[in-house]
């Protein structure tokens, strides 16, 4: 049964700060897939709601252009690189729920040395943004991707304890 998994579970028991950095993560998913379908709708409002999620592409995005025809010529609202980095968060935020913030590999632990660790890891993203300018690294969306979800990996391991670790209750 899905709402038996554990990230469901976690939900329902999540502080508002963890269930906020959920509904966020949820948007930044959904949104760039939503807007090439939006876009194409034939009723009246959803073109405007795509024009509102591919605003917002353009200003996070360095190269929008570069995101996959999902409903041509309608793109994903944001490149490969960025959504490759949403599927590393995703991916971390499922390996948060499984393990429950617990594990030598979340970077928050380690304070200072750890962000050193996830700067590290997350400069996958613009590494790859700069071999682009040359002209033996040719522009391909597996590889973007690729790249992206590194750099989610290392953004991922680093934040997401601080989003959803557990409420304290003060004691009476």
Not at 19 to 45: E, Y
Not at 71 to 89: D, K
Not at 140 to 156: E, H, P, Q, R, S
């Amino acid at each position: 049964m899905v709402l038996a998994s554990p990230v469901f579970a976690s939900f329902r028991q999540a502080s508002w700060k963890s269930r906020l950095a959920d509904v966020g993560l949820l948007a930044l998913v959904s949104g760039p897939l939503a807007a090439p379908f939006l876009a194409a709708a034939p009723l009246p409002i959803l073109p405007q709601i795509a024009d509102i999620i591919y605003a917002m592409g353009q200003q996070v995005c360095p190269q929008p252009e570069l995101g996959l025809a999902l409903w041509p010529p309608h793109l994903i609202a944001v490149c490969m690189r960025c959504y490759g980095t949403v599927l590393g968060l995703v991916l971390m935020r499922w390996a948060y729920a499984r393990t429950q913030g617990q594990g030598r590999f979340w970077l928050y632990q380690y304070g200072l040395f750890g962000f050193a660790i996830a700067f590290v890891i997350c400069m996958a993203y613009p590494m790859e943004l700069a071999l682009q300018n040359f002209d033996s690294w040719a522009v391909d969306n597996w590889v973007m991707t690729a790249f992206g979800w590194i750099a989610g990996i290392g953004l991922g391991a680093y934040i997401l304890p601080m989003f959803h670790e557990p409420e304290i209750v003060p004691k009476h």
